[in-house]
């Protein structure tokens, strides 16, 4: 039987009338959906939220019930370009991980969770997962396009993600920093638990040792293609320059050193935070922390998570500088995810994790849309390629000249 191809509210509708229509329904235990709508802003998955009749009753959880959900749907490509491979088989290892990361790092300890799995039908590649910003009645019924405002069944509450957080607070107050801070160090712990997760729990290594897809994925855009991203983006680089990337980059290429299981795509949009914003103390402004998309976890070096963050952080403040003299949102949640990480035994290799930065710079600047000019673009490539030759140089006092990268420095070297 073909895999189900869900690529529009209208397919997800008809698959959702099948499953119900099932005698008995498999798996699926939620009833009718009245309200389904494509979530955009992924690049990996196709995303709708579900909006239920009734209320799904949730079996043995402190939250009763859920008024939606999400679904997620895999095909053999990526969502944002069907020209790159990433088989369906990788929602196999976001639902384990979702359930292992409720077992074995549990969310009392760390005030950190992932989502809840409610449905996994792995022939057609589909999970639907508890939706962590559920919209308010009103805004549905207002807007069914509110789905990126995070909304809350709470009016009190706002969820949002801390990448979007940090893009509210270019120059962060007083209140922010503290929050920034907060935020850091509760993720470095958690992250570090996850890493010493990754290598001692020899089953979960065995697992995640098969999602061979996500990591050559990871590694051919990060390293091998580097040189081809720099010359599409129109770097001109010396000899000597394409000669030292291409080195270093193959070298990057085949790790074997600090391997883990990782999160995969550890990045500040991935990471969502629900604030009640009329609490009067910090402990009672941040109510949740959710960490999700885990259909990257893999078994990699740990320093490949504490780099994406980095990076995406880079490049935010690169484009979306604070005032003169002012520390962004980034740095400072940065500075304390490195301390609490290496606080709790996180071991981070100060060389590869500059490697990585600068290579995921190159990546999203050839792939993604962080400035429309040309000129810009080249020119922090460039930067990018600085990165790499000061730190095969090991010169930490030049590399500090990097905005971010002096946080990096300062806490790993």
């Not at 529009?8 to 329904?25: C, F, G």
């Not at 491979?85 to 359930?99: D, I, K």
């Amino acid at each position: 039987m073909p895999m189900a191809s869900l690529l529009t509210t209208s397919a997800v509708q008809q698959y959702i009338a099948s499953q119900i229509a099932r005698d008995p329904p498999r798996k699926w235990k939620f009833g009718q959906v009245k309200d389904v709508t494509a979530i955009q802003g992924g690049t990996t998955n196709f995303i709708y939220r579900l909006c239920f009749e009734s209320p799904y009753q949730l079996i043995g959880e402190s939250l009763s019930q859920a008024n939606s959900a999400v679904l997620k749907h895999a095909t053999g490509y990526l969502a944002c370009d069907p020209e790159i491979a990433f088989g369906p088989e990788r929602q196999h290892f976001e639902a384990s991980m979702l359930q292992q990361i409720h077992q074995k790092l549990p969310t009392e300890s760390y005030f950190i969770s992932v989502p809840r799995l409610f449905y996994f039908n792995p022939e057609d590649a589909v999970l639907v997962i508890e939706d962590i910003s559920p919209p308010s009645s009103s805004s549905m019924l207002s807007s069914p396009e509110l789905e990126w405002n995070f909304g809350s069944l709470n009016p009190n509450y706002k969820v949002s993600s801390i990448k979007d957080l940090c893009s509210e607070s270019r120059d962060p107050t007083e209140k922010y920093v503290a929050l920034a801070e907060v935020l850091g160090k509760r993720l470095g712990n958690w992250l570090a638990d996850l890493h010493a997760l990754g290598v001692a729990d020899v089953g979960l290594i065995a697992e995640l040792k098969r999602n061979k897809a996500a990591l050559a994925l990871e590694i051919k855009g990060t390293f091998t293609d580097v040189l081809p991203q720099l010359i599409a983006v129109g770097a001109q680089l010396s000899e000597q320059q394409r000669q030292l990337v291409a080195t270093i980059m193959q070298e990057c290429s085949t790790p074997s050193t600090q391997l883990t299981c990782i999160m995969g795509d550890f990045w500040a949009g991935n990471i969502l935070v629900t604030l009640d914003e009329k609490a009067s103390t910090l402990d009672m402004i941040l109510r949740a922390i959710h960490v999700i998309d885990w259909e990257f976890a893999m078994h990699a070096p740990a320093y490949y998570d504490i780099s994406h963050f980095v990076a995406e952080g880079w490049m935010y403040d690169r484009f979306h500088p604070p005032s003169p003299g002012v520390r962004s949102a980034y740095t400072h949640i940065t500075r304390a995810l490195l301390i609490s990480y290496r606080s709790k035994g996180g071991m981070i290799n100060l060389q590869s994790t500059l490697y990585y930065v600068a290579g995921h710079i190159i990546c999203f600047l050839y792939c993604g849309n962080w400035t429309e000019s040309d000129d810009l673009r080249r020119t922090v490539a460039l930067e990018a390629v600085h990165i790499i030759e000061l730190s095969a140089l090991r010169d930490w006092i030049q590399l500090k000249k990097f905005g971010l990268i002096d946080v990096i420095i300062s806490e790993l070297s």
